[in-house]
C-alpha cells in the first residue's frame, strides 16, 4: 500500500490544533479510532478528540495490535455512530473514507465545522498471513500519523 504523500500545512491552521477534532470513517472500526488515539497521543493537552462512523462496526483486533505496538490501548473502544455522539460541536471533521466524506459534508449544512478528506486504504481489504495483514494495518497507522503531524503542526517536545 502506497501511502499518499502528507498535505502541506496550511501556515493559517498549522499554528495550533483546533480546539474539537472528529476522525469518520465506515464503522469506526480501524482507520478513525487509529486517528483519533493517534491525536490525542500527539496533542495531549487542550483538544477534544472523538471518532465515529457511519455505521457502527465492530472493534478490529489487528487495529487494537497495531496501535499496542505504539504504546497505545484501545482495547476499551466501541465503535460508534456520529449520533451516538452526546458532542457533534466540532471544528475539524477529518473523514478517511469516501462515505464518511459525503455523511461529514451533510453536518456542515446545520453547523459550522471544517471538513477535510484524507483518503486512506482501508487494511481491512488486505488478504494474505496475518504479517502481511498487519503490515497492512501498520501503513495505515503510520500514515496517519505522518497526516496528523503535518496539518497540525507538530513537534517533538524535549523529553
Not at 6 to 25: E, H, I, N, W
Not at 32 to 60: I, N, T
Amino acid at each position: 500500500m502506497d501511502a499518499a504523500p502528507p498535505p502541506s500545512p496550511d501556515p493559517g491552521t498549522a499554528a495550533r490544533p483546533p480546539r474539537s477534532v472528529l476522525f469518520m470513517c465506515g464503522m469506526n472500526s480501524v482507520r478513525s479510532p487509529m486517528g483519533a488515539a493517534l491525536m490525542r497521543r500527539l496533542f495531549p493537552r487542550g483538544l477534544y478528540v472523538a471518532s465515529a462512523g457511519v455505521r457502527k462496526g465492530e472493534a478490529d483486533p489487528f487495529t487494537t495490535a497495531v496501535m499496542d505496538e505504539q504504546g497505545i490501548d484501545l482495547t476499551r473502544h466501541r465503535p460508534q455512530t456520529i449520533e451516538d455522539l452526546e458532542d457533534t460541536n466540532f471544528d475539524v471533521v477529518i473523514t478517511l473514507s469516501p462515505e464518511a466524506h459525503h455523511r461529514a459534508l451533510e453536518l456542515t449544512r446545520s453547523m459550522a465545522v471544517s471538513v477535510e478528506y484524507w483518503p486512506t486504504p482501508d487494511p481491512t481489504l488486505v488478504s494474505g498471513s496475518r504479517e502481511q495483514i498487519l503490515e497492512a494495518y501498520r501503513a495505515v497507522r503510520d500514515q496517519l500519523a505522518e497526516r496528523i503531524k503535518a496539518r497540525f503542526g507538530w513537534t517533538p517536545t524535549g523529553n
